[in-house]
């Protein structure tokens, strides 16, 4: 029998907590933008906040606010400083919507 993975089931270019497979992730990163009007979710509707792109994967990250506050914590304010320099994702689950458990993707800090 062949392991799941849900990448293949469900293609995504954006790192998913799902992707991480129950398993915390490093990751070094390369390089920083704002969102643009080509970054959508699965519904179509348009993401915010900063994404990030990293040596190890070509899955791009979009990092909300709680996450975007995380790494500033531990790598500093400027995104500019943040290159080249690794973070930690790990799986958990938070409040979006009416959803209190909702998979979700944070920092280690």
Request: glycine share 6%; hydrophobic share 30%.
């Amino acid at each position: 029998m062949t392991d799941f993975q849900f990448s293949k089931a469900y293609p995504s270019k954006y790192l998913r907590c799902p992707d991480l497979n129950g398993k915390e992730c490093t990751l070094t990163i390369k390089s920083w933008r704002y969102c643009d009007n080509k970054d959508t979710g699965d519904d179509g509707r348009p993401m915010k906040g900063v994404v990030l792109l990293f040596k190890e994967t070509d899955k791009e990250y979009v990092s909300g606010v709680t996450v975007f506050k995380q790494i500033q914590s531990v790598l500093g304010y400027d995104p500019n400083t943040w290159l080249d320099k690794k973070i930690t994702f790990y799986p958990t689950t938070c409040r979006f919507g009416k959803d209190p458990k909702h998979p979700c993707i944070r920092v280690k800090v």
